[in-house]
């Protein structure tokens, strides 16, 4: 009599001493959709997981693997006939991971690893045990490139604001300087002609004042002359008498 799975509770430590991955189809999968042919090395040596079996379905809480300068950290669950959901976070060295897996990054992001120490990525394993599939969820590395980009691409835009409201300074205050430098010649100009003409007026003034006195000082002489040279005109005779 086979037992009812769905009835099965319990949860405890579970240890690995030493588990090879060889020739499982999960890595199978795994280096397939990764590129990375480094998860072959994947080993489980003193693994101590903790498990739960939840009404037939074993739970694994997240534990880390670390192999090769490697990590992966993996959690999830599946049930007793297969089907399971797992969680892997990967941090590896970019510079092991080769060309292949970062073009692949690239396709999962839109991002290139372009100096990057590391790179963390999170994957989901679904499907069944024989027959698995592997999903790309996201990276918080190609976050990061996103941030610096953006940070950079800001920079840039502060930078050119910040150059072109100083080159409208500069513009404005050398405009400035030549209109009131203008002012000051139109003003020095003004100055000038107003003391020509107020000269020419002056002089105006005093030639005709000069010629009023002129005539004033002939016209007296005339009439002194007149009145020294003029024969007296004999008196008229009184016809009444």
Do not use: C
Not at 2 to 31: D, H, R, Y
Not at 75 to 92: E, N, P
Not at 100 to 105: A, D, V
């Amino acid at each position: 009599m086979m037992p009812n799975f769905a009835t099965l509770n319990g949860s405890g430590l579970l240890k690995l001493l030493k588990a090879s991955l060889q020739n499982s189809p999960l890595i199978e999968k795994l280096v397939a959709n990764t590129k990375l042919t480094q998860l072959k090395d994947l080993q489980l040596n003193n693994a101590l997981m903790q498990v739960q079996i939840d009404h037939g379905t074993l739970k694994i809480k997240p534990f880390t693997v670390k192999w090769n300068d490697y990590a992966v950290n993996i959690g999830g669950q599946h049930g007793i006939v297969g089907d399971m959901d797992y969680k892997l976070a990967f941090d590896i060295p970019s510079g092991k991971a080769g060309q292949s897996f970062n073009n692949l990054f690239t396709q999962w992001t839109g991002k290139a690893l372009n100096n990057v120490p590391r790179v963390k990525f999170d994957l989901s394993l679904i499907g069944t045990l024989k027959s698995p599939i592997v999903r790309f969820d996201n990276s918080s590395t190609a976050q990061n490139l996103k941030d610096a980009v953006t940070s950079e691409i800001k920079s840039q835009i502060d930078n050119a604001k910040n150059q072109a409201v100083q080159q409208a300074e500069d513009l404005l205050k050398a405009e400035k300087e030549k209109l009131l430098k203008e002012a000051q010649d139109k003003l020095k100009t003004g100055q000038g002609d107003i003391q020509t003409q107020a000269k020419a007026t002056a002089d105006s003034l005093k030639k005709a004042a000069l010629e009023r006195a002129k005539k004033l000082l002939e016209s007296q002489k005339k009439g002194v002359l007149d009145g020294i040279f003029k024969k007296p005109q004999p008196a008229k005779k009184d016809s009444t008498k």
